[in-house]
């Protein structure tokens, strides 16, 4: 694939749409900290005058290349909320963006609201405001003067309260027995979408703490854990790369059996390092009620 410059293409096009007031790149390619390559897609904020007209279809999104695929598949009024003017009429806000890939394999997700969605910004922050880090493309009414400058610490991981750890640790170990049953009724699909939910959900969220307790709260684990590979451990990711199985029952009981032990250390190790207290008695109870099932499950499938 031959790259093109996608925010350089959008911002000439905004140039002559008059609807377009505000056009900004957001997130990895407009953050210095995060490396970008050819698959990482441009994230474009559109603020415009009226909405009706992105609603009506996508022919304008054929400015940009031949689509191959894109999400929603028919235009779409999201994030809505309604709101009454001084004179008693209605006015409906929301978000009319689009996610496109191109058949060059470009891909643009588009946020496109109505300019005075970032009234909400100069209210609460005094300016534009996106601490993911953000580029703008064009501005033509001074919108984005007295926007805020970006730290890129929006999403670090932040120390959970207790009652946020207490919930994450006792819902990993009630979902986890799911796991167990579904290997004893030989439900190996089941079985691995509850692991897969457990691994995003609570695992995820303690190896995040982890991760924060080691670097000062100062880690960002990426959506659904996409960066923790370069972030952790060489030895932790190798014990991490055993939670995954495949279709085989005994590979997905050992993945289970690991995901709970890792989920019981290093949650273990985070409360003491921020000061709550581990339920040592349930991690110890539904591991050896996982071990019993397991047991049931060998005699009768050997």
């Known amino acids: 694939m031959t790259p093109r410059d996608i925010a ?8 002559h749409e008059d609807n377009v007031r505000v056009a900004i790149l957001t997130s990895s390619r407009a953050d210095p900290t995060w490396a970008v390559d050819e698959l990482s897609d441009y994230d474009i904020e559109l603020f415009v005058r009226d909405l009706e007209p992105f609603l009506e279809g996508d022919a304008w999104l054929h400015t940009f290349g031949e689509i191959l695929v894109k999400d929603p598949y028919k235009p779409e009024l999201t994030e809505v909320t309604i709101t009454s003017r001084p004179d008693g009429s209605r006015q409906v806000e929301g978000n009319a963006g689009s996610m496109v890939i191109f058949t060059d394999g470009e891909r643009i997700d588009f946020g496109i609201m109505l300019v005075s969605a970032l009234e909400d910004d100069l209210q609460t922050h005094g300016g534009y405001f996106n601490d993911m880090g953000y580029r703008v493309l064009l501005d033509k009414d001074g919108w984005t003067s007295g926007a805020i400058a970006p730290t890129y610490r929006q999403f670090d991981t932040k120390p959970p309260t207790e009652e946020e750890f207490l919930q994450v640790v006792h819902g990993f170990w ?29 695992f995820l969220s303690v190896v995040s703490w982890h991760l924060g307790m080691l670097n000062g709260w100062r880690n960002n684990p990426g959506a659904l854990g996409k960066n ?32 709970a032990e890792i989920f019981g250390r290093l949650a273990s190790d985070v409360a003491d390092h921020v000061g709550h207290k581990y339920p040592n008695e349930i991690d110890r109870g539904v591991t050896a009620y996982l071990t019993r099932i397991q047991a049931m499950t060998s005699r009768t499938k050997p």
Request: glycine share 4%; with cysteine.
């Open 228 to 259: 923790l590979k370069e972030q952790l451990a060489p030895q932790l990711w190798s014990e991490l790369e055993v939670t995954f199985a495949g279709p085989d029952a005994q590979d997905n009981a050992r993945a289970m059996f690991k995901m």
């Open 174 to 202: 009630w979902d986890i027995t799911y796991v167990a049953k579904c290997l004893y009724r030989d439900q190996v699909f089941l079985g691995q979408r509850m692991l897969n939910t457990l691994r995003h959900g609570p």
């Open 8 to 15: 350089a293409a959008v911002t000439e096009w905004a140039r």
